[in-house]
Protein backbone atom coordinates (compact mmCIF):
# COMPACT_ATOMS: atom_id res chain seq x y z
CA UNK A 1 0.00 0.00 0.00
CA UNK A 2 1.41 3.45 -0.32
CA UNK A 3 2.08 5.84 2.08
CA UNK A 4 -0.65 8.27 1.41
CA UNK A 5 -3.53 5.87 1.08
CA UNK A 6 -2.35 4.08 4.27
CA UNK A 7 -2.72 7.68 5.67
CA UNK A 8 -6.29 7.79 4.67
CA UNK A 9 -7.93 4.64 5.71
CA UNK A 10 -10.20 4.99 8.52
CA UNK A 11 -9.01 1.63 9.53
CA UNK A 12 -6.20 3.24 10.71
CA UNK A 13 -7.32 6.18 12.67
CA UNK A 14 -10.03 3.81 14.25
CA UNK A 15 -7.05 2.06 15.42
CA UNK A 16 -5.50 5.38 16.62
CA UNK A 17 -2.34 4.07 15.49
CA UNK A 18 -1.64 1.73 17.20
CA UNK A 19 1.28 -0.60 15.90
CA UNK A 20 4.35 -0.90 17.76
CA UNK A 21 8.20 -0.85 17.30
CA UNK A 22 9.33 -3.54 15.98
CA UNK A 23 11.76 -4.70 19.19
CA UNK A 24 14.49 -5.59 17.08
CA UNK A 25 15.25 -2.35 15.70
CA UNK A 26 14.76 -1.51 19.52
CA UNK A 27 17.35 -3.44 20.10
CA UNK A 28 19.98 -1.84 18.15
CA UNK A 29 18.54 1.69 18.88
CA UNK A 30 19.59 0.54 22.66
CA UNK A 31 23.71 0.26 21.73
CA UNK A 32 24.03 3.70 21.00
CA UNK A 33 23.27 5.22 24.61
CA UNK A 34 25.51 5.80 27.54
CA UNK A 35 23.04 6.14 30.19
CA UNK A 36 25.67 7.02 33.01
CA UNK A 37 24.66 5.79 36.61
CA UNK A 38 22.48 8.88 37.93
CA UNK A 39 18.52 9.07 38.13
CA UNK A 40 16.87 9.13 34.15
CA UNK A 41 13.59 10.36 34.07
CA UNK A 42 12.39 9.40 30.31
CA UNK A 43 9.07 10.53 28.71
CA UNK A 44 6.76 7.58 26.56
CA UNK A 45 3.95 10.27 25.22
CA UNK A 46 2.27 7.43 23.60
CA UNK A 47 3.48 4.15 25.23
CA UNK A 48 1.23 1.61 23.58
CA UNK A 49 2.53 -2.08 25.47
CA UNK A 50 5.84 -0.28 26.80
CA UNK A 51 8.10 -2.73 25.30
CA UNK A 52 9.68 -0.30 22.80
CA UNK A 53 11.13 2.06 25.63
CA UNK A 54 11.93 -0.55 27.94
CA UNK A 55 14.19 -1.96 25.23
CA UNK A 56 15.41 1.37 24.02
CA UNK A 57 16.33 2.10 28.14
CA UNK A 58 17.25 -1.28 28.72
CA UNK A 59 21.06 -0.17 29.65
CA UNK A 60 19.83 2.90 32.11
CA UNK A 61 20.24 1.08 35.92
CA UNK A 62 18.57 4.32 37.17
CA UNK A 63 15.51 4.53 35.08
CA UNK A 64 12.29 6.27 35.71
CA UNK A 65 9.72 5.57 32.54
CA UNK A 66 6.58 8.41 32.93
CA UNK A 67 3.98 6.50 29.94
CA UNK A 68 1.01 8.20 29.03
CA UNK A 69 -1.38 6.09 26.75
CA UNK A 70 -4.85 6.89 24.74
CA UNK A 71 -6.10 3.13 25.10
CA UNK A 72 -7.42 1.94 28.19
CA UNK A 73 -6.35 -1.17 27.64
CA UNK A 74 -3.03 -0.91 26.63
CA UNK A 75 -2.99 1.86 29.99
CA UNK A 76 -4.04 -0.97 32.02
CA UNK A 77 -0.90 -2.82 31.27
CA UNK A 78 1.52 -0.30 31.34
CA UNK A 79 -0.22 0.41 35.26
CA UNK A 80 0.47 -3.12 36.18
CA UNK A 81 4.23 -3.14 34.88
CA UNK A 82 6.81 -3.18 37.54
CA UNK A 83 9.11 -1.18 35.07
CA UNK A 84 6.84 2.02 34.21
CA UNK A 85 7.20 4.02 37.12
CA UNK A 86 3.96 6.09 36.43
CA UNK A 87 1.43 5.90 33.69
CA UNK A 88 -1.49 8.31 32.97
CA UNK A 89 -4.75 7.29 30.71
CA UNK A 90 -4.97 10.19 28.35
CA UNK A 91 -4.30 12.09 25.47
CA UNK A 92 -1.05 13.33 25.46
CA UNK A 93 -2.07 16.79 23.92
CA UNK A 94 -4.51 17.37 26.75
CA UNK A 95 -1.56 16.70 29.41
CA UNK A 96 -0.17 18.96 32.40
CA UNK A 97 3.84 17.98 32.56
CA UNK A 98 6.49 19.91 34.13
CA UNK A 99 8.29 21.74 31.99
CA UNK A 100 12.41 21.03 31.07
CA UNK A 101 11.98 17.94 33.12
CA UNK A 102 12.53 14.79 30.91
CA UNK A 103 16.31 14.31 29.84
CA UNK A 104 15.48 11.08 27.18
CA UNK A 105 12.24 10.77 25.50
CA UNK A 106 11.54 7.73 23.14
CA UNK A 107 8.27 8.35 21.15
CA UNK A 108 6.58 6.58 17.67
CA UNK A 109 3.90 8.92 18.21
CA UNK A 110 0.05 8.06 16.27
CA UNK A 111 0.97 8.59 12.44
CA UNK A 112 -2.21 10.09 11.97
CA UNK A 113 -3.56 13.62 10.46
CA UNK A 114 -6.67 15.18 13.40
CA UNK A 115 -6.58 18.47 13.06
CA UNK A 116 -3.23 18.64 11.83
CA UNK A 117 -0.48 16.12 11.91
CA UNK A 118 -0.18 14.20 15.46
CA UNK A 119 3.64 13.74 14.80
CA UNK A 120 4.21 17.57 14.63
CA UNK A 121 1.63 18.34 17.22
CA UNK A 122 3.20 15.28 19.80
CA UNK A 123 6.95 17.05 18.74
CA UNK A 124 5.79 20.35 19.92
CA UNK A 125 4.79 19.23 23.31
CA UNK A 126 7.64 16.67 23.81
CA UNK A 127 9.66 19.83 23.40
CA UNK A 128 8.57 21.51 26.48
CA UNK A 129 8.80 19.02 28.59
CA UNK A 130 12.69 17.79 27.81
CA UNK A 131 15.29 19.66 29.44
CA UNK A 132 18.52 21.73 27.79
CA UNK A 133 20.60 19.00 26.41
CA UNK A 134 18.04 16.07 26.48
CA UNK A 135 18.20 13.20 23.91
CA UNK A 136 15.04 12.69 21.83
CA UNK A 137 14.22 9.24 20.07
CA UNK A 138 11.65 10.15 17.37
CA UNK A 139 10.18 7.58 15.11
CA UNK A 140 7.94 8.84 11.87
CA UNK A 141 7.19 8.13 8.80
CA UNK A 142 9.23 8.93 5.76
CA UNK A 143 6.88 11.07 4.31
CA UNK A 144 7.15 13.51 8.07
CA UNK A 145 10.92 12.37 7.67
CA UNK A 146 10.94 15.13 4.47
CA UNK A 147 7.69 17.21 5.36
CA UNK A 148 8.75 21.25 5.73
CA UNK A 149 6.34 21.65 8.76
CA UNK A 150 7.73 18.90 10.75
CA UNK A 151 11.37 20.07 9.80
CA UNK A 152 11.09 23.33 10.88
CA UNK A 153 9.90 22.34 14.40
CA UNK A 154 12.35 19.59 14.80
CA UNK A 155 15.35 21.74 14.04
CA UNK A 156 14.23 24.37 15.97
CA UNK A 157 13.83 22.47 19.11
CA UNK A 158 16.10 19.60 18.28
CA UNK A 159 20.08 19.64 17.19
CA UNK A 160 20.90 16.77 14.80
CA UNK A 161 22.59 13.51 16.04
CA UNK A 162 21.31 10.86 13.88
CA UNK A 163 18.63 9.57 11.17
CA UNK A 164 18.59 6.17 10.55
CA UNK A 165 15.87 4.05 8.60
CA UNK A 166 14.44 0.63 9.49
CA UNK A 167 15.06 -2.51 7.40
CA UNK A 168 13.93 -3.42 4.56
CA UNK A 169 10.99 -5.70 5.94
CA UNK A 170 9.95 -3.34 8.50
CA UNK A 171 10.44 -0.24 5.97
CA UNK A 172 7.49 -1.68 3.78
CA UNK A 173 5.22 -1.90 6.57
CA UNK A 174 5.53 2.62 7.32
CA UNK A 175 8.55 3.50 5.78
CA UNK A 176 9.69 4.24 9.33
CA UNK A 177 12.64 6.73 10.09
CA UNK A 178 14.40 7.22 13.45
CA UNK A 179 15.32 10.97 14.33
CA UNK A 180 18.24 11.50 17.30
CA UNK A 181 18.57 14.67 18.61
CA UNK A 182 19.47 16.81 21.67
CA UNK A 183 16.74 19.48 22.74
CA UNK A 184 18.08 23.15 22.00
CA UNK A 185 17.38 26.41 21.78
CA UNK A 186 19.17 27.84 19.38
CA UNK A 187 17.84 28.12 15.67
CA UNK A 188 18.98 26.42 12.58
CA UNK A 189 20.21 27.14 9.52
CA UNK A 190 17.76 27.15 5.97
CA UNK A 191 20.62 25.42 3.90
CA UNK A 192 19.96 22.10 6.92
CA UNK A 193 16.46 22.41 6.17
CA UNK A 194 16.37 22.05 2.25
CA UNK A 195 19.37 19.56 2.94
CA UNK A 196 16.76 17.18 4.84
CA UNK A 197 14.22 18.19 2.31
CA UNK A 198 15.84 16.88 -0.72
CA UNK A 199 16.32 13.54 0.99
CA UNK A 200 15.03 10.18 -0.54
CA UNK A 201 15.02 7.12 1.27
CA UNK A 202 18.65 5.66 0.55
CA UNK A 203 19.84 8.92 2.00
CA UNK A 204 18.92 7.45 6.04
CA UNK A 205 21.36 4.62 6.47
CA UNK A 206 20.28 1.54 8.22
CA UNK A 207 19.94 1.46 12.08
CA UNK A 208 23.22 -0.57 13.02
CA UNK A 209 23.92 -3.90 14.11
CA UNK A 210 26.83 -2.56 16.36
CA UNK A 211 27.99 0.62 17.72
CA UNK A 212 31.89 0.46 17.94
CA UNK A 213 31.97 4.50 17.88
CA UNK A 214 31.24 6.78 20.87
CA UNK A 215 27.83 6.61 22.68
CA UNK A 216 25.45 9.14 22.55
CA UNK A 217 25.73 11.11 26.53
CA UNK A 218 22.34 11.21 28.46
CA UNK A 219 22.07 13.35 31.60
CA UNK A 220 20.77 12.86 34.58
CA UNK A 221 17.14 14.30 35.60
CA UNK A 222 15.57 14.19 38.78
CA UNK A 223 12.00 12.51 39.84
CA UNK A 224 11.58 15.49 42.47
CA UNK A 225 11.43 17.55 39.27
CA UNK A 226 8.61 16.62 37.93
CA UNK A 227 5.50 17.96 40.12
CA UNK A 228 2.93 17.67 37.29
CA UNK A 229 2.19 14.63 35.10
CA UNK A 230 -1.24 14.30 35.12
CA UNK A 231 -4.16 14.62 32.70
CA UNK A 232 -5.69 18.38 32.00
CA UNK A 233 -9.17 16.13 31.31
CA UNK A 234 -11.01 15.77 34.84
CA UNK A 235 -11.56 12.24 35.69
CA UNK A 236 -14.87 11.63 37.47
CA UNK A 237 -14.81 8.05 38.41
CA UNK A 238 -11.27 8.24 39.55
CA UNK A 239 -11.92 11.61 41.49
CA UNK A 240 -14.44 10.05 43.19
CA UNK A 241 -12.38 7.19 44.14
CA UNK A 242 -9.40 9.31 44.66
CA UNK A 243 -11.70 11.47 47.25
CA UNK A 244 -12.92 8.13 49.27
CA UNK A 245 -9.59 7.04 49.76
CA UNK A 246 -8.68 10.69 51.58
CA UNK A 247 -11.51 10.00 53.64
CA UNK A 248 -12.38 13.76 53.53
CA UNK A 249 -15.33 13.82 56.29
CA UNK A 250 -13.18 12.14 58.71
CA UNK A 251 -10.19 14.47 57.94
CA UNK A 252 -12.37 18.04 57.81
CA UNK A 253 -13.75 16.73 61.17
CA UNK A 254 -10.27 16.31 62.76
CA UNK A 255 -9.48 20.07 60.89
CA UNK A 256 -12.12 21.66 63.00
CA UNK A 257 -11.70 19.91 66.00
CA UNK A 258 -14.36 17.80 66.67
CA UNK A 259 -13.97 13.79 67.09
CA UNK A 260 -15.13 11.65 64.63
CA UNK A 261 -17.19 8.87 65.48
CA UNK A 262 -15.18 5.87 66.33
CA UNK A 263 -16.25 2.45 66.03
CA UNK A 264 -15.23 0.89 69.46
CA UNK A 265 -16.43 3.57 71.56
CA UNK A 266 -20.04 2.96 70.24
CA UNK A 267 -23.37 1.67 72.29
CA UNK A 268 -25.08 -1.40 70.64
CA UNK A 269 -27.44 -0.98 69.67
CA UNK A 270 -26.25 2.70 68.88
CA UNK A 271 -28.99 5.10 71.35
CA UNK A 272 -31.00 8.45 69.73
CA UNK A 273 -29.77 11.42 71.86
CA UNK A 274 -32.77 13.90 73.03
CA UNK A 275 -34.44 15.94 70.02
CA UNK A 276 -32.26 18.92 71.63
CA UNK A 277 -29.06 17.13 71.23
CA UNK A 278 -29.73 15.78 67.85
CA UNK A 279 -30.39 19.52 66.20
CA UNK A 280 -27.50 20.30 67.80
CA UNK A 281 -25.13 17.44 66.72
CA UNK A 282 -26.49 17.07 63.12
CA UNK A 283 -26.24 21.25 62.68
CA UNK A 284 -22.41 20.58 63.63
CA UNK A 285 -21.93 17.91 61.17
CA UNK A 286 -21.25 15.14 63.89
CA UNK A 287 -24.13 13.01 63.56
CA UNK A 288 -22.29 11.68 60.29
CA UNK A 289 -20.42 8.69 60.08
CA UNK A 290 -18.98 5.08 59.83
CA UNK A 291 -20.09 3.45 63.12
CA UNK A 292 -20.79 0.00 64.37
CA UNK A 293 -17.52 -2.39 64.51
CA UNK A 294 -16.62 -5.13 61.97
CA UNK A 295 -16.45 -7.69 64.49
CA UNK A 296 -20.47 -7.58 65.34
CA UNK A 297 -21.33 -7.21 61.71
CA UNK A 298 -23.08 -4.60 62.11
CA UNK A 299 -20.50 -1.27 60.39
CA UNK A 300 -23.11 1.26 58.88
CA UNK A 301 -23.13 4.76 57.80
CA UNK A 302 -25.19 7.28 59.61
CA UNK A 303 -25.82 10.64 58.49
CA UNK A 304 -27.87 13.26 60.68
CA UNK A 305 -30.39 15.91 59.05
CA UNK A 306 -32.52 18.50 60.64
CA UNK A 307 -35.10 20.19 58.24
CA UNK A 308 -37.82 22.04 58.75
CA UNK A 309 -41.30 20.68 58.52
CA UNK A 310 -45.03 22.06 58.03
CA UNK A 311 -48.14 20.51 59.85
CA UNK A 312 -51.60 21.21 59.20
CA UNK A 313 -54.40 20.52 61.03
CA UNK A 314 -57.89 22.00 62.01
CA UNK A 315 -59.23 23.72 64.79
CA UNK A 316 -62.37 24.46 65.79
CA UNK A 317 -63.48 28.07 67.80
CA UNK A 318 -65.81 28.40 69.93
CA UNK A 319 -68.28 29.64 67.50
CA UNK A 320 -68.14 26.46 65.81
CA UNK A 321 -66.25 27.97 63.11
CA UNK A 322 -63.60 25.84 61.82
CA UNK A 323 -59.85 27.19 60.98
CA UNK A 324 -56.70 25.74 59.43
CA UNK A 325 -53.83 26.08 61.19
CA UNK A 326 -50.15 25.55 59.93
CA UNK A 327 -47.29 24.91 62.40
CA UNK A 328 -43.75 24.84 61.73
CA UNK A 329 -40.76 23.10 63.22
CA UNK A 330 -37.66 21.63 62.94
CA UNK A 331 -37.41 17.76 62.71
CA UNK A 332 -34.21 15.95 63.25
CA UNK A 333 -33.81 12.73 61.60
CA UNK A 334 -30.69 10.23 61.58
CA UNK A 335 -30.62 7.57 58.58
CA UNK A 336 -28.73 4.52 59.33
CA UNK A 337 -27.49 2.71 55.79
CA UNK A 338 -26.14 -0.67 56.81
CA UNK A 339 -23.51 -2.23 54.76
CA UNK A 340 -26.29 -4.99 53.71
CA UNK A 341 -28.25 -1.94 51.92
CA UNK A 342 -31.00 -1.54 54.73
CA UNK A 343 -31.99 2.08 55.15
CA UNK A 344 -33.43 3.19 58.49
CA UNK A 345 -34.52 6.78 59.44
CA UNK A 346 -35.18 7.18 62.95
CA UNK A 347 -36.62 10.40 63.59
C1 LIG B 1 2.60 3.81 16.78
S1 LIG B 1 1.97 3.21 18.33
C2 LIG B 1 3.47 3.22 19.21
C3 LIG B 1 3.42 2.54 20.54
C4 LIG B 1 4.77 2.54 21.28
N1 LIG B 1 5.25 3.90 21.45
C5 LIG B 1 5.79 1.77 20.50
O1 LIG B 1 6.70 2.39 19.98
O2 LIG B 1 5.67 0.54 20.41
C6 LIG B 1 1.10 4.65 18.90
C7 LIG B 1 0.41 4.54 20.25
O3 LIG B 1 -0.16 5.80 20.54
C8 LIG B 1 -1.40 5.64 21.20
N2 LIG B 1 -2.10 6.90 21.00
C9 LIG B 1 -2.85 7.30 19.94
N3 LIG B 1 -3.26 8.56 20.09
C10 LIG B 1 -2.76 8.99 21.28
C11 LIG B 1 -2.84 10.21 22.01
N4 LIG B 1 -3.51 11.25 21.52
N5 LIG B 1 -2.21 10.30 23.21
C12 LIG B 1 -1.53 9.26 23.71
N6 LIG B 1 -1.42 8.06 23.08
C13 LIG B 1 -2.02 7.94 21.87
C14 LIG B 1 -1.99 4.42 20.55
O4 LIG B 1 -2.96 3.80 21.39
C15 LIG B 1 -0.75 3.55 20.37
O5 LIG B 1 -0.53 2.72 21.47
Given at each position: MIENTFFQTTKNIEKAGAYYTDVEHCERLSNLFDFGTGDVCI????????????????????????????????????????????????????????????SFCFANPPYIDDEGRMEIEFLKRIANYMSDGGILVYIVPY????????????????????????????????????????????????????????????????????????????????????TFFTSLIFDEKLGYENLLKMKPQKNNLKNIAIEPFKDDELSNPPIMPNENSLYLLSTLGCGSGITGTAEDKDVHLQRGCAKIVKNTYQEENEDGSIDEVVRTSTQVSVTILENNGNITILE
Open positions: LEPSAGNGEAVKTITKNCINRKIFAVELSTEAYIGLKNDQDIFEAINCDFLQTKISHKSFSIATNKSYLRTYLSKFEPIFEFRFDDAEYAKYRQIAFIGKRKTSSYDNDVLNEYLGRKKEDFPLIPKQWDKEKIIVGESKEENI
